[in-house]
């Protein structure tokens, strides 16, 4: 018998970790804040504690998610208390510790209006009228593409033949195919914020001459592949978590005994995305055309994992070629913050009314869109037996991190003169191409004592992973239009300097004596969009074999692991709609739509557990350099190959 592992090999050439992080945040704050409104002092403003805008240039860069400190100075003690928007367990689980930007949704309420009575000898209302309205069109691209293709074996070995061909033909024949799954009416040349109103207005346009106002009406709640789930009830937990790289990964195969362990999968990429729309939070929404309103979530897992596995040996063998599991998680959400309608109610908006007019059509557009494309096709070969032989040539990560918070006017009251287009849009998708070739040899004749533990093999164990919420913010009190309205808003639309009275009856005021207004001439866009993708190829090549020499040594560990890859996405929406009212001039057109797919392309293993002896000769072409066929002027011969102690690091090719 031998003496024991003489000597250790660890090979690392994967275990790349790519993160990005990019525009954590986008902040535009309340402009009503600087206005002065003191005739005795007219440069105090009279929300002097408010925070002024910081200079962009002046925010930290830090990644939020590894540390807590990394927030813009002054930005917390003013933004709204607005949710964290993934529950605790969610995406938590894959992005680590993550301090608590976001505090409970609850008490986000704008709380109760002032109330106001109005005197009988009460004077005129005054109007004063100034250019205003605060737009945005934000567009986050965050991509990451890695190459980690490896061939670990031996010089002259043929390994390499066995693997898949065309590699990235397939891969790209498979992402178009998951495109496939995206309905023509949500077909989107492009995510950039031209693109998504562009969309938005033809989609709008094509509705409307369809004459349905309401389309499809999701349940409300969460849906896990296509069934909706009872309250409470437990939801798949994404399996892996990122690795902060702030310490070596620990040991996952032991280092005390010999052994052929490889890890050619164990791959993890990931997206996560953010928007919290607080954009003009408000009372009162007027819209004189018609209002639409689309909430969809489209979600597509697909993978292709046929593996052929091919064993030989007098042990038992633990394999694992199926195991994948897919998951698509959606939740449509809707909170009211309790504030009553006010409509037809005594209710006084005050004597002083400020109006902000913004000329033509207001944007208010946030887009992310998040990749990630991973090639990790390897190929190994390890037939030493007295050594513990370690080969990571998987497990790499990227992953992709974006929030946006956008925070505009804080009006009472926002009228819009044209039709309002709201879109919230999030589509996520996974590719898996997982075909592998597991040859392994065990042993022929047991040896003597105890200690051998069964060869294992895992080709399977897959996790697609999308997670998705829309939740709307506000009331879902809709009012039709009224004459009083009517004429009120043309004498707003006119200049008029001086109301009646009465003109302010049933109009909330949320913040101070003046009453804020927006008063937009054109259509209102207001469209938030996340598009993710994660599209890896893990097409492995791993050959492991003991000779029969290995039999009188210490007993020799078998460990081959190609699939256990980790794709996930997850994203949130959060938009903010009227705390109060809804007047709607025209039609409402409200559509929500909820597409998941699970694709399995081919899950299809082909084991065969064949004679020892055929599978020993088939393996000599790729464990074994070629003899010199003995002709003159040809190349000095190479090392001696002695199985018992390979240390294949002078033979990789990444």
């Avoid at 949500?186 to 349905?212: M, V």
Wanted: proline share 7%.
């Amino acid at each position: 018998m031998g003496t024991g592992a003489t000597e250790i090999i660890a090979l690392f050439a994967g275990n790349f970790h790519i993160s990005a992080e990019v525009g954590r945040l986008r902040v535009s704050y309340d402009e009503f804040a600087a206005r002065s409104q003191h005739d005795d002092d007219p440069d105090q403003s009279r929300h002097s504690d408010h925070p002024k805008s910081h200079d962009l240039d002046a925010f930290t860069t830090t990644p939020a998610y590894f540390d807590p400190s990394s927030g813009p100075p002054g930005l917390l003690g003013y933004i709204p208390d607005f949710a964290d928007p993934f529950p605790p367990g969610r995406a938590h689980v894959i992005l680590g510790e993550i301090p608590d930007h976001f505090p409970s949704l609850a008490g986000s309420s704008p709380g109760s209006p002032i109330l106001i009575a109005l005197a009988q000898d009460a004077p005129v209302i005054t109007v004063t009228y100034e250019p205003g309205g605060d737009q945005h069109a934000i567009y986050l691209q965050q991509h990451n593409l890695l190459w980690d293709n490896d061939i670990v074996a031996p010089d002259g070995s043929t390994a390499a033949s066995l693997q898949m061909q065309d590699i990235d033909g397939s891969l790209n024949a498979l992402n178009e195919q998951a495109n496939a799954e995206l309905p023509s009416e949500l077909t989107i040349n492009g995510y950039d914020t031209a693109s998504l109103i562009a969309f938005a207005s033809d989609h709008d346009a094509a509705w409307a001459a369809t004459g349905e106002t309401t389309r499809i009406d999701v349940e409300p709640g969460t849906y896990v592949n296509g069934e909706l789930q009872p309250d409470g009830g437990e939801l798949p937990i994404f399996p892996r978590t990122f690795d902060s790289g702030e310490a070596a990964p620990p040991d996952q195969y032991p280092t005390d005994v010999p052994g052929q362990f490889v890890t050619a999968g164990s791959n993890l990429v990931a997206n996560a995305a953010t928007i919290l729309d607080v954009n003009h939070a408000l009372g009162t929404l007027v819209v004189m055309g018609d209002y639409f309103r689309t909430d969809a979530i489209v979600q597509v897992n697909l993978y292709v994992d046929s593996d052929k596995i091919e064993y030989a040996g007098n042990t038992g063998f633990d394999i694992e070629g199926h195991g994948n599991q897919a998951y698509n998680i959606a939740s449509f959400l809707d909170t009211d913050l309790g504030v009553p309608s006010f409509a037809g109610s005594s209710i006084f908006a005050g004597l002083d009314w400020h109006v902000d007019v913004f000329n033509g059509d207001l944007y208010d557009v946030q887009s992310i869109t998040q990749s990630n494309w991973l090639y990790d096709n390897d190929v190994t070969v390890q037939d030493s037996y007295e050594t513990n032989y370690q080969l990571l040539v998987g497990a790499n990560e990227e992953g992709n991190f974006g929030q946006f918070l956008t925070i505009g006017g804080d009006y009472d009251l926002v009228i819009v003169l044209g039709d309002y287009h709201e879109i919230n849009f999030i589509y996520q998708k996974n590719v898996l191409l997982d075909p592998d070739i597991v040859k392994v040899l065990g042993y022929d004749t047991l040896p003597e004592g105890d200690g051998l533990t069964d060869p294992s093999i895992v080709s399977g164990d897959n996790w697609l992973h999308n997670e998705a919420s829309i939740e709307q913010v506000g009331t879902s009190s809709y009012v039709p239009i009224t004459p009083d309205w009517e004429a009120l808003i043309a004498q707003l639309n006119n200049g008029t300097a001086e109301l009646d009275p009465a003109s302010g009856l049933g109009i909330p005021n949320f913040n101070d004596p003046a009453l804020n207004i927006l008063l937009v001439t054109g259509d209102m866009y207001d469209i938030n969009a996340i598009a993710q993708q994660n599209v890896v190829a893990d097409a492995d090549v791993v050959i492991q074999a003991l000779p029969d020499a290995a039999a009188d040594s210490t007993p020799v560990m078998q460990v081959a692991n190609t699939g256990d890859n980790a794709l996930g996405n997850f994203a949130s929406i959060v938009h903010t709609g009227p705390a109060a009212d809804y007047y709607i001039g025209g039609d409402l057109y409200d559509d929500e739509m909820l597409i998941q797919s699970d694709i399995v392309v081919a899950d299809n293993d082909n084991i065969t557990q064949n004679d020892p002896n055929a599978l020993a000769n088939e393996l000599v072409a790729f464990t074994s350099p070629p003899e010199d066929d003995g002709g003159e002027g040809g190349p000095a011969p190479g090392p001696s190959h002695d199985p018992g102690h390979t240390d294949l690091l002078g033979h990789v090719l990444v």
